[in-house]
C-alpha cells in the first residue's frame, strides 16, 4: 500500500505516506491496494470517454459513474473490499463500452483510432485476488523513481485535487445538477493523469484546470442546493440535545437529510445534524420547515467515536468522513445503529439504497432516545451567498467608516492533530473590528464562542459546507467590485485548514482564480516537496501557518 492523501498520514525521516499494512485512517494495505486498481482503472475509462467525445458520443452513465467511483476512494469513504471489487467490475464493463462505442466511431469515419497510453490499456479479469496481485502497477507513486520526488508531488497535487472534484460532481448529481462541458474537462485530465504525465509545466497547468474545473462543479452544486432547498437564511442552531427519540445525520448530501425529515413527520421523533450537515438549519425546504429538525449534535468528524457511541438513536452517514464504529478502547460500539448512504461503506455496517429510511426510523424507535433536555447552546449557520449578498450594502459602509478593518476567511477542515487549536486561537484573537467567515468542518474549532456584532453585523458569518467556498468566493469578487480594485487588494486573509482531498480541489480553485497570500495549515500537504512548497510561495505567495500573533501581526501589518 501506499496512500499520502490526507493530512494525518504517516509522515517518517524515512519517508512520508502511509505504506505498511494499515493507514492512520484505518484503511488497510487491502483496501488501499483494491483503491489503486480501481482509481487506474476509472483513468481508462475517462481516457475512452476522452476520446469518444471527438465524435459526440457522451454516455451519460459514464459520465456520472467515474467520479462517483473515485470518490469512494476518497479519506473516510468506504472501506468495504466487496463494494470497492464491485466498482471495479462496473468500471471495466464501463471502459469496455467506451472502447467499443469509440472504435466503432472511428471504422465508421475512417479514421485510425487512437490508443491511450498507461491506464487505458489496462487489462484485468476483476476479482478480488487478480485486482491485488496488480495493484503493485497501479499504485499512485508508480514511476517515482524515473521521475522523482517533485513531478511525483506535483501528480499527486493534480490526482488528489480531481478526487475532490469527483466528489462535488456526485453531490450535485444527486440533486440532478450534471454539465456535459465538466464531465468532459473532468475526462480529459482523468485520463491525461492515467498517462503519467512528467513535464512539470503541464502538471501545473493540470493543477489550475483542476482549480477551474472545481469551480464550475461548486458553481452547480451551489445551483443544486439552492433551487431544491431554496437559499439558506442565517438560523439559530441549538447545539444540545433534547428529550425525545432521535436520528442523527451527518456528511454532506442534504437530500438525503430532506426524505429523512419528510419521513420522520409525526412519528416522534427528532432529527439533528452532524459535522458538515449542520449548515441544513439554514435552507427554507429544511430547518425552516421541519420543526423536528431540533438542532445539531457533536462537532467534526475525528470525535465522531465518541459522540456516536453516547448517541442513544440510529445514525447515517451521507457522505465522508467516517471513522471505524466499532473502536474499542472502552468506547462502546454502534456499528448496528450506523446507516451507511451513497458512496460511503464499512464492512458488516447497514448500507441503504433507495429513498426508504425505514430502517433507520425502526432503529431510532428501538432506541431509548434522550431523556431530557440539557441546557440549550446556539451557533448561527446560513451565511451562504445570498444573505452575504444582502447584508453585502451594510458591511461595505462599515468598511468605508472605518469600523470593519478586516475579513478573515477561517474555513477548511478539522482534525485530530493538537496544532489545529491555531484556529481557535486565531479566531478567539482577531481583533473586534474584524470579521470571520468560516466553512466546512473546521468551524468546530470556534463555533461555541461568542464573536459580538459590528453595529448590527455579526462578526462571526458561518457561510456553510465546504463546497459553500463558491458562496466566500462571490462575496469577496463583490466586495473587490465595490471597492473597485482585485481581491488581492481586499483587506481579505484566507487562513486555511486542510485534511482531506475536497480541501485541495477547493485551494487548486482559489489559486486557478489569483488569490495570493492563503495560509495552510496545520501542515503542508506531505506529497507537496520542498521544492514544491517554495515554488508555490514565489508564484502564488502560498505559506504554512506560522503562529497566530506572528500571522495576525503579519496580515494586519500588510
Ligand atoms: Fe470535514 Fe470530512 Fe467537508 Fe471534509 S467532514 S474533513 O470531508 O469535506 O470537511
Ligand atoms: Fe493514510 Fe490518509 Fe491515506 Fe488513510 S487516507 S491511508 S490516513 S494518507
Redesign the pocket.
Known amino acids: 500500500m501506499f496512500c499520502v492523501q490526507c493530512e494525518q498520514t504517516i509522515q517518517t525521516p524515512a519517508g512520508n505516506g502511509c505504506a505498511y499494512t494499515a493507514g492512520m485512517c484505518g484503511k488497510t494495505a487491502e483496501i488501499s491496494d483494491l483503491q489503486d486498481v480501481l482509481v487506474y482503472l476509472l483513468q481508462g475509462v475517462s481516457a475512452y470517454a476522452h476520446l469518444a467525445r471527438q465524435y459526440d458520443i457522451v454516455d451519460a452513465e459514464v459520465d456520472a459513474y467515474v467520479p462517483q467511483a473515485f470518490f469512494s476512494t476518497l479519506t473516510?469513504v468506504n472501506f468495504d473490499a466487496k463494494r470497492l471489487v464491485a466498482y471495479t467490475e462496473r468500471a471495466m464493463a464501463l471502459r469496455n463500452r467506451m472502447k467499443d462505442a469509440y472504435l466503432a466511431a472511428c471504422t465508421q469515419a475512417l479514421a485510425t483510432a487512437e490508443t491511450p497510453l498507461g491506464a487505458g490499456q489496462f487489462e484485468l479479469s476483476v476479482d478480488k485476488a487478480a485486482m491485488l496481485a496488480r495493484a503493485p502497477e497501479t499504485m499512485v507513486n508508480r514511476g517515482l523513481s524515473e521521475v522523482g520526488e517533485d513531478i511525483m508531488g506535483l501528480r499527486l497535487l493534480c490526482l488528489y485535487g480531481l478526487k475532490g472534484v469527483a466528489a462535488y460532481l456526485e453531490h450535485a448529481r444527486v440533486l440532478g445538477q450534471q454539465s456535459r462541458d465538466l464531465f468532459g474537462e473532468f475526462h480529459r485530465i482523468m485520463a491525461r493523469l492515467g498517462e503519467d504525465p512528467s513535464e512539470m509545466g503541464e502538471l501545473l497547468e493540470l493543477s489550475m484546470a483542476i482549480g477551474m474545473v472545481n469551480y464550475g462543479v461548486m458553481e452547480l452544486l451551489d445551483r443544486g442546493e439552492t433551487d431544491t432547498f431554496g437559499h439558506p437564511e442565517p438560523a439559530k442552531v441549538n447545539m444540545k440535545p433534547v428529550a425525545g427519540k432521535a436520528i442523527l445525520v451527518s456528511g454532506?448530501d442534504l437530500i438525503d437529510l430532506q426524505h429523512i425529515l419528510e419521513q420522520t413527520q409525526g412519528k416522534g421523533i427528532n432529527v439533528y445534524t452532524h459535522?458538515?450537515m449542520l449548515p441544513a438549519h439554514a435552507y427554507p425546504e429544511l430547518g425552516h420547515k421541519f420543526p423536528h429538525l431540533v438542532g445539531n449534535y457533536g462537532t467534526?468528524?475525528q470525535h465522531q467515536q465518541k459522540e456516536f457511541a453516547n448517541f442513544p438513536g440510529a445514525i447515517v452517514m451521507t457522505s465522508?468522513?467516517l471513522i471505524d464504529p466499532e473502536p474499542g478502547r472502552g468506547i462502546e460500539g454502534y456499528g448496528d445503529r450506523l446507516f451507511t448512504r451513497s458512496i460511503v461503506g464499512w464492512p458488516g455496517v447497514t448500507h441503504l439504497e433507495g429513498e426508504d429510511f425505514s430502517a433507520v426510523i425502526d432503529c431510532a424507535l428501538a432506541q431509548e432516545g434522550f431523556k431530557y433536555d440539557e441546557i440549550p447552546h446556539y451557533t448561527t449557520t446560513g451565511f451562504a451567498r445570498n444573505a452575504l449578498m444582502a447584508a453585502a450594502p451594510a458591511v461595505i459602509d462599515q468598511v468605508k467608516a472605518g469600523n470593519i478593518k478586516h475579513f478573515f476567511l477561517l474555513g477548511g477542515?478539522?482534525g485530530d492533530k493538537a496544532e489545529r487549536n491555531y484556529y481557535t486561537q486565531f479566531a478567539a484573537q482577531a481583533p473586534q473590528d474584524t470579521l470571520i467567515l468560516t466553512l466546512?468542518?473546521g468551524k468546530f474549532k470556534f463555533n461555541d464562542l461568542e464573536f459580538g456584532e459590528i453595529n448590527g453585523i455579526p462578526r462571526f458569518l458561518d457561510v456553510g459546507?465546504?463546497n459553500d467556498a463558491y458562496s466566500a468566493i462571490q462575496l469577496a469578487l463583490a466586495l473587490a467590485e465595490a471597492f473597485e480594485c482585485g481581491v488581492n487588494d481586499l483587506p481579505l486573509s484566507m487562513v486555511l485548514s486542510w485534511?482531506?482531498q475536497?480541501?485541495i480541489a477547493i485551494l487548486l480553485t482559489l489559486l486557478a482564480l489569483g488569490v495570493k497570500d492563503i495560509r495552510v495549515g496545520p501542515t503542508v500537504p506531505a506529497f507537496l516537496t520542498d521544492n514544491l512548497v517554495a515554488a508555490l510561495n514565489e508564484q502564488f505567495g502560498l505559506r504554512l501557518i506560522t503562529t497566530v500573533e506572528q500571522d495576525l501581526n503579519d496580515i494586519l501589518a500588510a
Open positions: 473516510n454532506h459535522g458538515e467534526a468528524w465522508n468522513c477542515c478539522d466546512a468542518c459546507q465546504c485534511f482531506e475536497k480541501a
